[in-house]
């Protein structure tokens, strides 16, 4: 096995460690939470190496050499968006939406029965939000793909969505929800959550769903029986108090549902929005964003790199720092960080592509469903 990092052992005997980090690595190794003040002083004082030590720890701990990927595609139904989201590249306004497209339920339908006797397992439903693309219409939506192909598994509408579409037809989030479960919907994905902080939020989207809104959704889904993933929008205006208090409602509400499966970091990306003078990121900062998450967020099993933003590179990197997952669409037909400047323009990945990317690191592939079942471990020998 290729070592990236000192083990945690080693990490614990140097003798001029920090007093407080080395507080956190103990209680890494006896598998104890951190408190928020501890996550913002990993944050603060904790340096590549350290962090990465005690992510690869957890990972390892918890999944072994094996790194999930998943064979999925996406629909947007459209990009015209009510909201003004500052970091969005992606939207248009309404009244703009000639410059912008919005599918009739037989282009979404036609989407899907391209995949017609191909082996994908979901299909990730998400894009702006329209007015006039309502609870109805999604339901038939779901409920006619649902019919074409009962093994596809749909996972799709962000809280932002859901929450709109609940609101304009008049119904409680649990009724909605139960309307949609009802259709088909099976999980929800992780976007609109952004940063929980009500600050930050009024200066980065102000106008759409709020965090107890966020959170209430996807409790409801929860406690529906449905699962969930959760992100947040990191390396812009927020510090790493907000980046804390963020994950620490979502580790909250892990406690009491255990209904998210996973966990994914988005990397601000400042191509053509109105936040393009906020400067994006470093490479570091990102692999310290997802270490911290790991070791943070000691309730969420799983840690997913989106590698259509972050590029194959720094995703295969993100695997020494806690990640476990490559989401590892074949067909990505996402806009959403190609609009903003993502190093893939336009995101296709085979499975063996997919495959040798992990491999090259050491690690071990294992194509998914999306509840973390294992479909497939391949070997060396079986990539194919
Ligand atoms: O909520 C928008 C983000 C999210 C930018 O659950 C941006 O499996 C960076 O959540 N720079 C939507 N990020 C996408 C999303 C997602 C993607 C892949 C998988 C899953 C999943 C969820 O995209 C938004 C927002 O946080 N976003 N603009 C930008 N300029
Ligand atoms: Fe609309 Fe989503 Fe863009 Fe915000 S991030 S403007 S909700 S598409």
Redesign the pocket.
């Known amino acids: 096995m290729m070592g990236n990092h000192v083990d945690l052992t080693t990490v614990l005997l140097q003798t001029d460690i920090d007093k407080d980090l080395r507080i956190i690595a103990e209680k890494v190794k006896n598998t104890e939470r951190l408190t928020e003040e501890e996550g913002v002083l990993l944050f603060e004082k904790g340096e590549l190496g350290f962090v990465g030590a005690l992510a690869n720890h957890i990972r390892k701990t918890l999944h072994g050499d094996k790194v999930y990927f998943n064979r999925n595609f996406h629909i947007e139904p459209t990009n015209v ?1 009510v ?3 500052n970091f ?1 590249s ?2 248009r306004q309404y009244k703009h939406r000639d410059e912008g497209w919005e599918l009739s339920m037989q282009e979404m339908l036609d989407i899907v029965k391209k995949y017609d006797g191909e082996p994908v397992t979901e299909v990730h439903i998400v894009g ?2 329209h007015p006039k693309m309502n609870l109805e219409f999604f339901c038939e939506l779901i409920s006619k793909i649902r019919a074409h192909r009962p093994d596809l598994h749909i996972k799709g509408f962000t809280a ?1 969505e859901l929450d709109y579409m609940f609101r304009k037809a008049k119904l409680s989030v649990e009724e909605g929800m139960q309307r949609m479960k009802d259709a088909g919907l099976q999980s929800l994905p992780g976007g609109g959550a952004e940063i929980f902080d009500a600050e930050i939020r009024e200066q980065i ?1 102000a106008d ?1 769903v709020d965090a107890a809104g966020w959170l209430h959704i996807h409790e409801t889904a929860h406690r529906l029986g449905m699962h969930s993933n959760a992100t947040m929008l990191y390396g812009h205006i927020e510090n790493y108090i907000h980046r804390i208090d963020h994950m620490s409602r979502l580790r909250d509400l892990q406690d009491k549902t255990g209904g998210f499966n996973c966990f994914i970091p988005l990397k601000f990306r400042n191509g053509d929005n109105d936040m393009s003078n906020v400067p994006e990121v470093s490479v570091v900062e990102d692999m310290r964003m997802y270490a911290i998450s790991r070791i943070f967020l000691d309730n969420i099993r799983n840690l997913k790199a989106y590698w259509p933003m972050l590029g194959r590179q720094s995703a295969q990197l993100t695997l020494s720092f806690g990640v476990n997952d490559l989401d590892g669409t074949i067909d990505d037909t996402t806009k959403i960080y190609s609009m903003a400047g993502a190093e893939e323009q336009s995101p296709s990945l085979s499975t063996k592509e997919l495959c040798d990317l992990i491999s090259a690191v050491g690690k071990t592939p294992v194509e998914r469903d999306t509840l973390y079942q294992e479909l497939k471990v391949f070997s060396k020998e079986s990539v194919s």
Do not use: I, L, P
Request: hydrophobic share 25%.
């Open positions: 968006c909201f003004t989201c969005c992606y939207s702006g939000v932002v989207c759409k």
